[in-house]
C-alpha cells in the first residue's frame, strides 16, 4: 500500500480529544486579531467601499430568492435584460450560512450585515481547525505533533493574503474545504477507502462553489500528488492510484454538474489579468498592506502589477526562517513531511507567478507553465493565478508543522527560549493592522423608492466598477432591480452598456420604455463624476426631485 511515507499505515480518529481546546483557541485568537471589527458587527462591512458590497448583495439575493433559478440569472441587476450569474461570485457555503441565519432570526438590513461578516470571520478558526486536522494526520503520533499542527492551522488561517481577501472577495476567503479535501484525499488513497473517496470528492465540490478556481487547484494537487509519489518510490501508479484521482474528479464534476453545465454553455469572455494579477517573487518577502511594518514594503507594493489584495502573497520571513533551520537541521525520519512540503510549495508557486515570472513588477520574459493553461479552453478563465498562494500556505504550514516536532525533540533551555522567540516573532509577523471596515446604513432618501409598489427599475450614477458595487448594496435598502450591477464575467449587452447621457429627453424617454422609474444621484466625496455620465446639473434641470440627502439624491422619471 503506497502512503505518504512508504510505510505501514495506521488508522487514526480524525476528532481527536483535544478538539475543543484546539477550536475554543482559535476562536480566541480571531477575536484578539479582528477585535477593530467586532464592535461594529452590525453597522459596518469588513473591508474597504469595493468588492465587499458585492459580496453583501450576494447574500441578501441569495437569503431572499424564490427559486433555484433566481441564482443563476436575475434581472436584479443589469435591468431590464438582466444577467447570468454563472461566473457570478458567489460563496455558496457562506452565502448558505447567511441565507439559514436570515431565515432563523430575519432578513433585515443590520441582520444581513451581522450574519456577513459574521460568516466571513468564521473562516479564521474554520480553516485554521481544517489545517489542524491535515497536519496531525500526517505528523503521527509523535512528540509535538499537536503544537505543529496547531502552527500549522494558525499559519494557514492566519496569513495576510487571507485577512485581505476576507477584505475583498468572501469567495476567495472561503478556503477551509482545502484542507478536509486533501486530508479526506490521502486517506483514501492510504487506506483504500471508498468512504473517504466519497468524503475527498464532497469537500473537493464545497472548495469549487467557494470559489470556482479551488476545483482546479484540486485537481492539480492530486496530480502533483500523483507524481510525487511516483517519482519518490521509483514506481508506476497502482490501479488504485489512478483511480482515487480519477473518480474523486468525477464524484465532484458530478456533484457540480448543476452549476458546471450553465458556465460551460455560458462560454465566459476571453481572458484576461492571468500575466497582471501574480505573485511576484519581491511579493513574497515583502511586508504587505496589512502588515505592522506595511510601510517598509510600500514602495514595492506601489509597483506590483494587479492590485494589492491579490499580490499579496507575503509568506512571513519568521516562517521562512523556521523553514530554512528545519531543512539544515533535518535527519532521515524528518525528510517525509519536509520534501513534500517543499515540492508543494514550488509547484504551487510556479502556478500562482502566472504567465511569465514578475520581479519587482517588472515582468521578467521567463515563461511559465501558466502560459499553456491561460491559453485552453474554461482553463483560461482562471483568470488571477496568484490565488493559487493558498496551497502554498498549505504546503509551508505542512513543512512548519514538522520543525515543530523537531523542535520539540531537543533538550536545554538555550533551544527552548530560541523556539519561544520564533514563535513570537512568527505570531507578530501575522498580527493585522490596517484592517478597513465600511459604515453601512440606508440612506433617508432611498425611502421614497422602497415605500413605491409598482414594478420598476433604479438607475444609479455615476457609473463605475466601485460605484456599481455600492449601488448593489445600496439596492438592498428598496429591493428594487438596478440598471447598474458588477459580475465577476459579463455575459451580455445590456440597458447600462447603451444608456444614452449627451440627450436628457432622448434618455427620459429610454429610461420610460425601459420602466426604469427613478435616478439616484450620489453625491457622496468617493463618486467621481465622469464626462460620460453627463453633469449633476443637468440631471436636476431635466427631472423631478423627489427627496434628498447627505449622500444621494432621487429623481423621478416618469
Known amino acids: 500500500m503506497v502512503t505518504l511515507d512508504a510505510g505501514a499505515v495506521t488508522r487514526r480518529p480524525i476528532i481527536t480529544p483535544t478538539m475543543p481546546l484546539v477550536i475554543g483557541g482559535f476562536v480566541v485568537l480571531t477575536v484578539l486579531f479582528f477585535w477593530p471589527w467586532l464592535a461594529h458587527l452590525s453597522s459596518a462591512l469588513i473591508g474597504p467601499e469595493e468588492d ?29 435584460e438582466g444577467t447570468s450569474l454563472s461566473y457570478h461570485s458567489f460563496a455558496w457555503p457562506q452565502v448558505a450560512a447567511v441565507t439559514l441565519l436570515g431565515h432563523v432570526f430575519g432578513t433585515s438590513f443590520t441582520n444581513l450585515v451581522l450574519f456577513q461578516n459574521v460568516t466571513l470571520l468564521a473562516s479564521f478558526p474554520l480553516s485554521a481547525v481544517a489545517m489542524f486536522l491535515l497536519a496531525r494526520h500526517l505528523l503521527g503520533e509523535r512528540a509535538g505533533c499537536n503544537a505543529g499542527a496547531v502552527l500549522a492551522g494558525f499559519v494557514f488561517a492566519f496569513n495576510p493574503w487571507h485577512v485581505a481577501q476576507v477584505m475583498h472577495h468572501a469567495h476567495v476567503a472561503t478556503i477551509e474545504f482545502l484542507p478536509l479535501f486533501a486530508l479526506f484525499y490521502l486517506r483514501s488513497l492510504e487506506e483504500r477507502s471508498y468512504l473517504y473517496l466519497a468524503a475527498a470528492s464532497g469537500m473537493m465540490a464545497l472548495s469549487g462553489l467557494s470559489c470556482w478556481y479551488y476545483l482546479f487547484y484540486a485537481f492539480y494537487f ?17 490501479k488504485w492510484m489512478l483511480a482515487v484521482p480519477i473518480f474523486c474528479v468525477i464524484g465532484s464534476i458530478l456533484l457540480l454538474s448543476p452549476w458546471l453545465i450553465p458556465m460551460i454553455i455560458a462560454r465566459g469572455p ?43 502573497v507575503y509568506l512571513g520571513l519568521a516562517n521562512l526562517t523556521v523553514l530554512a533551520w528545519a531543512f539544515a537541521c533535518k535527519t532521515e525520519a524528518d525528510k517525509r513531511i519536509l520534501h513534500y512540503a517543499l515540492a508543494g510549495m514550488l509547484f504551487f508557486l510556479v502556478l500562482a507567478a502566472g504567465e511569465t515570472l514578475h520581479i519587482g513588477g517588472h515582468p521578467s520574459g521567463v515563461p511559465l507553465p501558466y502560459f499553456v493553461l491561460a491559453n485552453l479552453p474554461f482553463f483560461g478563465n482562471v483568470r488571477t493565478p496568484a490565488r493559487a498562494i493558498v496551497m502554498v500556505y498549505m504546503f509551508l504550514s505542512l513543512g512548519l508543522a514538522q520543525a515543530c516536532v523537531m523542535a520539540a525533540r531537543g533538550d536545554g533551555m538555550r533551544r527552548r527560549t530560541c523556539m519561544a522567540l520564533l514563535a513570537m516573532a512568527m505570531l507578530l509577523d501575522f498580527f493585522p493592522a490596517n484592517l478597513a471596515a465600511t459604515p453601512m446604513r440606508c440612506p433617508p432618501a432611498l425611502t421614497a423608492i422602497a ?14 466598477y466601485i460605484a456599481g458595487n455600492i449601488a448593489m448594496a445600496r439596492s438592498v435598502c428598496h429591493g428594487h432591480p438596478i440598471v447598474a450591477g458588477e459580475t465577476s464575467r459579463k455575459l451580455g449587452v445590456t440597458l447600462a452598456d447603451r444608456l444614452e447621457t449627451d440627450d436628457l429627453a432622448l434618455q427620459q424617454r429610454q429610461l420610460t420604455a425601459a420602466h426604469v422609474k427613478y435616478i439616484v444621484l450620489r453625491r457622496s466625496p468617493s463618486f467621481v463624476w465622469n464626462e460620460t455620465d453627463g453633469r449633476l446639473s443637468d440631471y436636476m434641470r431635466a427631472y423631478r426631485q423627489v427627496s434628498a440627502d447627505e449622500d444621494a439624491i432621487v429623481l423621478r422619471v416618469y
Open 52 to 80: 465587499n458590497m458585492q459580496d453583501f448583495w450576494n447574500s441578501w439575493h441569495a437569503a431572499t430568492a424564490h427559486g433555484w433559478r433566481d441564482l443563476l440569472f436575475t434581472n436584479q441587476i443589469r435591468y431590464p
Open 270 to 312: 476571453a481572458n484576461g489579468g492571468t500575466n497582471a494579477f501574480v505573485a511576484d517573487a519581491w511579493a513574497l518577502v515583502a511586508f504587505p498592506p496589512t502588515h505592522l511594518l506595511a510601510q517598509f514594503g510600500a514602495s514595492i507594493y506601489a509597483r506590483l502589477t494587479g492590485n494589492a489584495w491579490e499580490a499579496t
Open 451 to 464: 415605500d413605491d409598489p409598482d414594478s420598476f427599475g433604479v438607475l444609479d450614477l455615476p457609473r463605475g
Open 222 to 238: 492530486m496530480a502533483f500528488d500523483l507524481v510525487y509519489r511516483c517519482n519518490r518510490d521509483r514506481i508506476w501508479p497502482d
